[in-house]
């Protein structure tokens, strides 16, 4: 009976150990200004590169105002690939102050991980830059709805 005490204790450490790798992890979150190191402060213009190559220019403090309002409700999501599941970008967007430029995409990168833009703060900031670039570029990402 000796003899088989050590090897079902290996059999329990063996079962325990596989099943604690199965468990799923936490899900890793960071607010997009702790991410940019940013409150988004003093911006004072913002350029956005739509992923057909068309630029659209914003100033108006009044649109920047509302833009800035949507980001600083996104979170992101670590991504545990470090290829995003989609191909391209719908935008990319400088975001610019007098000490600063920063840039936001739904994909964002670190040196040691991929983040993506999740909630409905990234949908509707996604939905806002898009209607604001059509309304300036006519025929802009046709074939595109949200």
Partial sequence: MNKWLPLGLLVVFIFIFFTWLTLPTPTEEIDLQDFLHTDFSGINKMEVRFGDG???????????????ATLKGIRLKKLHSQSP???????????SSDSQTVRYSKFVHDEHATYQSIGPKSKELDELIVKMGREKIPGLLSGIEF
């Fill in 85 to 95: 599941e989609s191909v391209g970008y719908l935008y990319y967007m400088d975001i």
């Fill in 54 to 68: 068309n630029r659209m220019a914003i100033e108006e403090a009044s649109t920047i105002n509302t833009i800035v």
